[in-house]
């Protein structure tokens, strides 16, 4: 956890609540390495829990109240936990979210004061919400002398973000800022959740290439996705994308419209390069896992039609760079961020060629920066 964001919570907790708060809460952020879009169709992920992330300090209040001020929106939240009705679509509604869908494992929430800041670019597909659900979640459990399995907590933060936010998300972004590891990624089986931790390779970092650009209308195209998947998934007549092959989804293509068979060839090819990208990992094939990155941007591109002009921009700007191994657009896509493997020894370099040549190429200015593997969500007594 950053000391700066602790310092930063603790003072504006005592300012407003006049003593320490007794916990402080962080959950990370996450980069997902390759798998994109795979895991709202039962298939594989393997992403990593990254340095950046939330904090929440609070204090436990024992009654039915909750009081939530977020330091970046400068607003201040509080609701009892037994009243819970829509508001706006905005931070609280992660917040809201949390509290219904906890509301089904534990009978008596209680409450406590907060105060929340983060250190994550917001909307930029570094999991800003899942981060912000997950410390909260941890929050109320722990307020509320309740102890649930972090695995657990991610499925109850998924659940607030499907049945409350009302995005039809995988499971991917909660378990990871749940259950990350320092110095690992994660293959998640997203059906089963079976984790295996993948050691990181020495010698590459992973850079975060921040286009600058948000779309606003995301969260319906991407439950667009879930749908179409789900479509494809019922022409193949198997439980999820999951379940399918290449081979059988050639055999059947004439019962495909040619959109629905691109969104199956993505979500297919896609599960076999995080096998093969796990492999690579295991081998020290630093190569080979560049150009899985590369196959999986032209998949998300062209296939699955996630990207947008500046993501492909950057990501071709940073592909052309000495020391670049591979990049790809990275989580949800529609704008937001991308993600490049890079050799250490030119990091330096390559942040500042790429964002010099995106700036010339679009006249927006990037937020290029390396990100280190961290531990998922944990609580400490401040
Ligand atoms: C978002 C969702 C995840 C996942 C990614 C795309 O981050 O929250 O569940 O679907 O998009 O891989």
Redesign the pocket.
């Known amino acids: 956890m950053e000391d700066i964001l602790k310092e930063k919570v603790g003072k504006k907790f005592r300012n407003l609540f006049g003593a320490d708060p007794e916990f402080l809460v962080f959950a990370p952020g996450r980069v997902?390495l390759i798998g994109?879009?795979t895991?709202?169709s039962d298939g594989f992920v393997l992403p990593f829990a990254i340095n950046l992330g939330i904090v929440l300090a609070f204090s436990p209040t024992n009654n039915d109240q909750i009081d939530i001020h977020a330091i970046d929106f400068d607003q201040l939240f509080s609701q009892k936990l037994s009243k819970n009705s829509k508001g706006p679509a905005d931070w609280t509604a992660y917040i809201k979210g949390v509290i219904w869908a906890l509301k089904s494992q534990i009978v008596q929430l209680k409450g406590f004061q907060g105060v929340v800041a983060g250190n994550l670019p917001i909307g930029a597909g570094l999991?800003s919400s899942a981060a912000l659900e997950v410390v909260a979640a941890k929050a109320l459990c722990a307020s509320s002398d309740m102890d649930i399995s972090s695995p657990k907590l991610a499925q109850i933060c998924q659940r607030a973000e499907r049945g409350w936010v009302g995005v039809n998300?995988?499971i991917?972004?909660q378990l990871i800022s749940a259950c990350g590891k320092r110095g690992h990624a994660v293959k998640l089986d997203c059906r089963t959740l079976d984790t295996e931790y993948v050691l990181i390779p020495d010698g590459i970092c992973f850079i975060v290439l921040d286009t600058n650009t948000r779309r606003e209308l995301s969260h319906s195209a991407y439950n667009k996705r879930s749908e179409e998947v789900e479509w494809a998934a019922q022409i193949l007549k198997v439980r999820a994308l999951r379940d399918a092959s290449l081979s059988m989804l050639i055999k059947e293509k004439d019962k495909f419209p040619s959109t629905i068979y691109r969104r199956a060839r993505h979500v297919i090819s896609e599960n076999d390069r995080v096998h093969a990208f796990v492999n690579a990992m295991k081998n020290h094939d630093l190569q080979k896992m560049g150009h899985l990155l590369n196959e999986s941007h032209i998949s998300l591109r062209d296939d699955f039609e996630v990207s947008s002009e500046e993501l492909n921009i950057i990501v071709d700007i940073a592909i052309a760079q000495p020391g670049c191994y591979g990049a790809r657009m990275a989580?949800?896509g529609f704008g937001g961020c991308a993600l490049a493997m890079v050799n250490e020894r030119f990091l330096d370099d390559f942040i500042h060629k790429v964002q010099h040549e995106y700036k010339k190429q679009t006249n927006i200015e990037p937020h290029i920066f390396s990100v280190k593997s961290s531990d998922g969500v944990y609580l400490v007594g401040s």
Request: no cysteine; glycine share 16%; aromatic share 8%.
């Open positions: 997902n994109e879009h895991d709202y999991s998300v995988g991917m972004d989580g949800a």
